[in-house]
């Protein structure tokens, strides 16, 4: 059974900085794609940052140059580097990951149970 498990969320102050981890485990063969989403308060879940197994990288636009996405092959784990937040990035952050599992050889799509990210002084 496969398992996305988010952490390092929390309360931090605008300007501040946070890493988010992101953790797949259970009979992965491969991951293809892993992303980070937000949802705050009131608004549709959104899409933060993507990564693909080759390490190209993508960014919404309201995060561009403040927020890097990484991944870590051998561990299956993604982060996410948020720097000079701002209230508006207070959000639920949820990781999702497009797998291949060797029980089912085919790819599927996993979510996180999310983490909370709040931004305020």
């Known amino acids: 059974q496969v398992q996305l498990v988010e952490s390092g969320g929390g309360l931090v102050q605008p300007g501040g900085s946070l890493r988010l981890s992101c953790a797949a485990s259970?009979?992965?063969?491969?991951?293809?794609?892993m992303n980070w989403y937000r949802q705050a308060p009131g608004k549709e879940r959104e899409l933060v940052a993507r990564?693909?197994?080759?390490?190209?990288?993508s960014y919404a636009d309201s995060v561009k140059g403040r927020f890097i996405i990484s991944r870590d092959n051998a561990k299956n784990t993604v982060f996410l580097q948020m720097n000079s937040l701002k209230p508006e990035d207070t959000a639920v952050y949820y990781c999702k990951a497009a797998l291949t599992t060797i029980a089912t050889m085919t790819r599927n799509v996993y979510w996180g149970q999310g983490t909370q990210v709040t931004v305020s002084s």
């Open positions: 990564i693909i197994s080759g390490g190209g990288t």
């Open positions: 259970g009979n992965i063969l491969s991951i293809n794609v």
